[in-house]
């Protein structure tokens, strides 16, 4: 999935690390990282890279919850999350009500279209 994403928005020689792990240990990284206590479904962190693009952590827990709150599959949820992640990678953003908010939901739902025809 990764690798379609990453195809598909133009990066087609990079690196980059995917975790997906629990909601324990994704909580701990957003209350150090972000300084919010509470489990998420996706985290990001750049390295400012263009050939080493960096890290996601994704929870496994989040991914199945939210698959059914979604009325989705578990792995079109995984992608969901997969490109969310790669997008803050690249330098997109979602500050409420921004101008780049509706960029990268665009972008993300270009990308997820993609996703859909290798799933």
């Known amino acids: ?26 909580k ?32 496994e827990e989040k991914v199945s919850s939210q698959a059914k709150e979604f009325g989705v599959t578990e792995d079109e949820e995984l992608g969901r999350l997969l490109v969310h992640g790669i997008l803050h990678l690249i330098g997109y953003d979602h500050v409420p009500g921004g101008r780049q908010a509706k960029e990268m939901k665009a972008k993300e739902e270009e990308m997820l279209g993609v996703l859909r025809e290798k799933i």
């Open 1 to 26: 999935m990764a690798e379609t994403a990453l195809k598909g928005l133009g990066y087609k020689d990079c690196e980059l690390s995917v975790v997906v792990t629990d909601n324990a240990a994704i």
């Open 28 to 59: 701990e990284l957003n209350r150090k990282h972000r300084g919010m206590n509470k489990p998420t479904d996706v985290l990001s962190f750049p390295m400012g890279d263009d050939y080493l693009l960096g890290d996601i952590v994704i929870s």
